[in-house]
C-alpha cells in the first residue's frame, strides 16, 4: 500500500492525496491550488497518475482548496465515484459552478483587456466541465460504512469547520488510513467540534494553524467597534469573506451586535454573492448539522439585503452611505469583492476587514501585509482605506486545539503525515506532535510516495 502527495504537501492549498492500496486507487480530496503564481500553476500540470486509473475520490468538504480541481479530473479522464457528505455535495454544487464561471469571466476579460501572456486566455475548465463532474457525487452520510471494494471501506465522521465537513477515515485489509481533513474549532460559531477518533494506523492531519494560536481578542467586541468607527466617519465595512461558512458566521455575529445594540440597528448589510445566498439557503436546509438554533438562522437573514445582480451590485458599490457590505472571495483573489474594493481602497473613511487566514500571494495577503497599492484588473489601485485582519473567525482549528483532538487517540498511530500548511506552520505541528505526544511525524514533500 502506497501514498503520494500530491498536493498541499508544501502548502495550505491543493490537497490531494492518492492511496494506492495495490487493487484499488483512492484520492483523497480534489483540490485547486491558490496563492502564489508557481502554486497556481500547478493547477494546470497533468497529474503523474492517469485520472482514468483512479478509482474514486473522497471529499472531505466543499471548500475549493480540496474539491476545486474535480472538474479538471473530470475533463482529463477520471469515470469513477466521488463520495461526499450530503451537505458537502449540495455545497460543492455551488462552489464548482461559480469556480467554472469566475474562471470563464476572468478568461475572457483578460481576452478584452489583453493583459495575459497568454493568448487566447483559456479557464482551467468551464461550466460544461463542473456540470460533468456534479454527476460523479455519490452522497455518503456520517456514519455510513461504503465499501469501495472487497477489502476496501471508507467512512465519514463530522471535522466541524464546515458544513459537511468530514474526517475521512478508510480501512484496507483491516487497516486504517485516517486523513483529518480541516479540523474545525471547539467552540465553533456555527458548527460542533470535531468527532474524537480513537485509533488510526496511519494519520494525515492538516496543519493551517500549526504554527499558531487563534488570538484572544473578542473579534465580535472589535468587528463591533470597527462599524461603529466607520458609520462614524461616513464610510463603509467591507468584509472579503468566503460564500460558504464565513459570510453565514459573519451574519450571524452581525444580527447579534445588532440585537445587542453594538451597532445601529437600521445599518444596511448587504450580502454580495449570488452562491453565499444559495450557501445560506442550504445552511438552512441541513441546519441540524449545526449548534445554532433553528429560530436564529431564520432570524440571522432579517436585515440582510441579498444581493442578486450584477446591476444591483453596481447600485451597492456606488452608493454613498454607510453600510456592512460581505462580498466573494474570501482572499479578495475574484468576484465581486474586487469592483468594491477599487471603489473602496482609495478613500480613507472605508475600512477593509479580512476576517481569517489569508494565503501567501493572495491579493488579501498583500492587503494585510501593509501593500500601498494592489493590481486589480491589470491595474494598480492606492491603499488609503483602512485595513484589518480579524483571525478569531477562522473555521480551522488552531494549534493547541489540533494537538488537543489528537489526545483523544487510545494510541499513537504508526506513520502521522503532516499536510495542509505552510512548510513553517507544517513542521512546528510535526515538532509538537513528537515532543507533546511522542509520535513520530513527518512533513511529506510535494510529488513524495511513501510506503505503508
Known amino acids: 500500500m502506497k501514498l503520494t502527495f500530491l498536493g498541499a504537501a508544501d502548502s495550505v492549498t491543493g490537497s490531494k492525496h492518492l492511496l494506492d492500496t495495490g487493487e484499488h486507487r483512492i484520492l483523497l480530496d480534489c483540490g485547486l491550488y491558490q496563492g502564489f503564481k ?63 464561471k469566475l474562471q470563464e469571466e476572468d478568461a475572457q476579460h483578460a481576452n478584452e483587456h489583453r493583459y495575459s501572456k497568454h493568448h487566447p486566455a483559456l479557464p482551467l475548465y468551464t461550466t460544461r466541465d463542473a456540470h460533468r463532474a456534479l454527476g460523479h457525487l455519490k452522497p455518503l452520510p456520517f456514519g455510513r460504512t461504503q465499501p469501495l471494494n472487497g477489502h476496501v471501506h471508507c467512512e465519514l465522521l463530522p471535522a466541524g469547520h464546515l458544513l459537511g465537513a468530514a474526517i475521512v477515515r478508510v480501512t484496507v485489509h483491516g487497516r486504517t488510513v485516517l486523513f483529518s481533513g480541516d479540523l474545525g474549532r471547539a467552540e465553533d460559531m456555527l458548527m460542533p467540534p470535531p468527532s474524537a477518533v480513537r485509533h488510526a494506523d496511519v494519520l494525515l492531519v492538516e496543519s493551517t494553524y500549526g504554527d499558531r494560536l487563534h488570538p484572544a481578542q473578542d473579534v465580535a467586541a472589535e468587528l463591533a467597534r470597527i462599524v461603529r468607527e466607520t458609520v462614524q466617519r461616513g464610510g463603509k465595512v467591507l468584509l472579503p469573506t468566503f460564500a460558504v461558512g464565513r459570510a453565514q458566521a459573519l451574519m450571524l455575529v452581525l444580527h447579534r ?111 494585510v501585509g501593509g501593500a500601498r497599492d494592489v493590481k486589480i484588473h491589470g491595474e494598480y489601485w492606492p491603499v488609503r482605506a483602512r485595513i484589518t485582519q480579524l483571525e478569531g473567525f477562522s473555521g480551522h482549528a488552531d494549534a493547541d486545539e489540533v494537538i488537543a483532538w489528537l489526545r483523544s487517540f487510545d494510541r499513537a498511530p504508526s506513520k502521522v503525515y503532516v499536510v495542509h500548511g505552510e512548510p513553517g506552520a507544517s513542521d512546528a505541528l510535526r515538532g509538537r506532535i513528537q515532543d507533546e505526544l511522542g509520535w513520530r511525524a513527518h512533513v511529506p514533500e510535494h510529488g513524495s510516495t511513501v510506503a505503508l
Open 38 to 100: 508557481h502554486l497556481r500553476e500547478r493547477n494546470w500540470a497533468r497529474l503523474p497518475v492517469e485520472p482514468r486509473d483512479i478509482d474514486a475520490v473522497v471529499l472531505s468538504h466543499a471548500h475549493l482548496d480540496h474539491s476545486g480541481y474535480l472538474p479538471a479530473l473530470v475533463k482529463h479522464g477520471f469515470r469513477g465515484p466521488v463520495y461526499a457528505t450530503p451537505a458537502t455535495c449540495d455545497l460543492a454544487q455551488l462552489m464548482l459552478l461559480d469556480s467554472a
Open 257 to 367: 451586535l445588532k440585537q445587542a445594540g453594538e451597532i445601529p440597528r437600521q445599518l444596511p448589510v448587504y450580502l454580495d454573492s449570488p452562491m453565499a445566498s444559495e450557501a445560506t439557503r442550504v445552511y438552512a436546509k441541513h441546519r441540524s448539522l449545526m449548534r445554532v438554533p433553528a429560530e436564529e438562522i431564520d432570524a440571522m437573514c432579517e436585515g440582510v439585503t441579498f444581493v442578486e445582480t450584477a446591476e444591483q451590485s453596481a447600485h451597492v458599490t456606488r452608493s454613498a452611505y454607510p453600510a456592512v457590505v460581505l462580498a466573494a472571495s474570501g482572499m479578495a483573489t475574484g468576484g465581486r469583492v474586487l469592483h468594491h474594493l477599487k471603489a473602496m481602497l482609495g478613500d480613507e473613511r472605508h475600512h477593509i476587514v479580512f476576517p481569517g487566514f489569508q494565503v501567501p500571494g493572495t491579493r488579501g495577503a498583500k492587503l
